[in-house]
């Protein structure tokens, strides 16, 4: 084919790609826009947007759970629970660039006035269950990458749940990450230890 209609026909295919809507953005992690899993059935009418940004049942299971351990086991007047996709701009520019948590804890005194706009303080610690992120171009990189740009904003501590692998990831800035199992037993905060098989089973859940 001619160099011509080669470069007519491309320009074709460009041009009837649909456009992604924002509400379809998950994240924007560096200068790349994370979709939500399952984007592309949106797009082509098979699924309405609801069915790809819920929680699962043992997401949201685990999220419950782990907020009800830590508002028994941190001191209330010094720390507040955040949950439910907290958005967070992590960025100076704030408005170009966000991540979603699912659990931030968050010094009192660093809180700014709760408004409705995403968090701009770093929290103190992350708890990140699995993802709804589309990983199809990213890859488990998509992990690292989220996992250097909180704590490179001011982040302590960001821990990784994943149920699938039944694994941990703990990471600390200037410290070596650890990949451990759900029965290690670690210091979430101000000597609040947190023993993941211990809490499900207690909870009646086998994994």
Known sequence: MPAVLEKEKNTVKKKGRPKIP????????????????????????????EAI???SSLQAWI????????????DYKKYMLLTNEVGYFYTP????????????????????????????????????????ADLSKIGDNYYIEKTKRLLESGIKKVVWIFTEQKKIQI??????????????????????????KKLLEEDGIKL
Do not use: C, H
């Open 22 to 49: 924002d509400y379809l953005v998950y994240e924007i992690l560096g200068n790349k826009k994370i979709y939500y899993r399952g984007y592309e059935k949106v797009l082509s009418g098979e699924l309405p947007p």
């Open 53 to 55: 940004m819920g929680s």
């Open 63 to 74: 999220v419950a759970l782990i907020v009800r351990f830590l508002a028994k086991s941190l």
């Open 93 to 132: 520019q704030r408005k170009s660039k966000w991540l979603n948590l699912d659990i931030a804890i968050v010094d009192r005194k660093k809180l700014e006035q709760l408004s409705n706009t995403y968090l701009k303080i770093p929290p103190e610690v992350v708890i990140e269950i699995d993802t709804k």
């Open 171 to 196: 990471a600390e800035k200037d410290a070596p990450w650890l990949i451990v199992d759900f029965d290690y037993e670690f210091e979430m905060i101000d000597g609040v230890n947190f023993n993941l």
